[in-house]
């Protein structure tokens, strides 16, 4: 199957800081990416809808301007929270499509930790 | 609304059959998925039906009936490796995936 690469696997970061994720589709084109947050022992929970070119589509009661998505290219999203605070810490999981009723091919998820 | 509706948790022996099932209330269907997720893991495409029917992977297979509303996925043979949660999703109107809770699978030996 296709290949989507998310970097980083983990990350440690302090209060008030920002940081980035980056989503990576490596053998295929992505038409769309998804950005989805997990909490423990929870499904996934949508955040946004990003097509390449376009702003993203937040679902509701996701704050756009924490949670930057940019979809510069075919192959690559990413995704910025910034200012972080402790609440912020969770799994963050991207996928992308490479079409409509295709499925979706998932990266390895980031685990954010906000001390 | 959409809603899909799936058990919370299943237990099963090893070596054994175990089924999951999934209904679904949704704006439109385009196919559905199930997609298998190991604890700390992102999640790993198992299966996509769009037409009624069983679709069978080797210990693994899934049935849609679209007029029920109605999926399920058919574990055989089941190992220790198998302990993951297994969540269901349905594809709308707007082919947006919509996702059910997960089932988590816990399988004794």
């Known amino acids: 199957g296709a290949v989507v690469s998310q970097h980083p696997s983990w990350v440690i970061c302090k209060s008030g800081t920002s940081v980035k994720i980056e989503c990576r589709s490596l053998?295929?084109?992505?038409?769309?990416m998804f950005w989805y947050r997990q909490f423990p022992k929870k499904s996934l929970m949508l955040m946004a809808t990003?097509?390449?070119?376009?702003?993203?589509?937040?679902e509701q009661g996701v704050e756009k301007d924490k949670f930057l998505i940019n979809h510069a290219s075919l192959t690559l999203s990413t995704l910025t929270v910034t200012s972080a605070h402790p609440e912020d810490s969770s799994f963050y999981i991207c996928?992308?499509?490479?079409?409509?009723?295709?499925?979706?091919?998932f990266g390895q998820g980031t685990r954010l930790t906000v001390v | 609304g959409q809603n899909i509706d799936q058990p919370t948790e299943m237990t099963a022996t090893e070596g054994a059959i175990v089924q999951i099932n999934c209904t679904y209330q949704?704006?439109?269907?385009?196919?559905l998925f199930w997609y298998q997720q190991h604890a700390g893991e992102a999640p790993t495409f198992l299966s996509y039906?769009?037409l009624d029917g069983l679709e069978e992977k080797g210990r693994f297979s899934s049935f849609l009936s679209r007029s029920k509303g109605y999926s399920y996925l058919l574990l055989k043979e089941l190992q220790m490796k198998d302990s993951a949660s297994y969540l269901c999703?349905?594809?709308?109107?707007?082919?947006?995936?919509?996702w059910g809770a997960g089932t988590k699978l816990i399988i004794k030996p």
């Open positions: 996928s992308a499509k490479t079409g409509m009723d295709t499925e979706a091919f």
């Open positions: 999703a349905v594809l709308d109107s707007n082919y947006q995936l919509i």
């Open positions: 949704t704006s439109g269907f385009n196919g």
């Open positions: 990003s097509n390449e070119g376009s702003k993203a589509t937040y």
């Open positions: 053998d295929f084109q992505a038409t769309t």
């Open positions: 039906n769009v």
